[in-house]
């Protein structure tokens, strides 16, 4: 069974930082597409950020570009979502995501609040 595992969420206020991480297999991380998705309450699950595999191309909503950054680290099996200049339309649960050939697995999500 397909596990991603994340941590890194909480409550910050506007301006601040956290970093979002995703461990996965080494079998996943090296073959799938790694991606963030977020999702507020009473809207949609949206993507943030895509790092796809192979390539490690990197892809971002408008929303966040130029904020957030989308890495990995190849020892570790993890990526990591570098979320900076947080403002309050970044409340969401985040949720990790690894997809490729149809099939897609999910993170159990973690809460980020931008709050003063």
């Known amino acids: 069974q397909v596990q991603l595992v994340e941590s890194g969420g909480g409550l910050v206020q506007p301006g601040g930082s956290l970093r979002l991480s995703c461990a996965a297999s080494?079998?996943?991380?090296?073959?799938?597409?790694m991606k963030w998705y977020r999702q507020a309450p009473g809207k949609e699950r949206e993507l943030v950020a895509t790092?796809?595999?192979?390539?490690?191309?990197?892809a971002y909503a408008d929303s966040v570009k130029g904020r957030f950054t989308i890495s990995r680290d190849n020892a570790k099996n993890t990526m990591y979502l570098q979320m900076n200049s947080l403002k309050p339309e970044d409340t969401a649960v985040y949720y990790c995501?690894?997809?490729?050939?149809?099939?897609?697995?999910w993170g159990q999500g973690t809460q980020v609040t931008v709050s003063s």
């Open positions: 995501n690894a997809a490729q050939w149809g099939l897609s697995h």
């Open positions: 080494a079998f996943i991380f090296n073959n799938y597409d």
């Open positions: 790092l796809s595999s192979p390539g490690g191309i990197t």
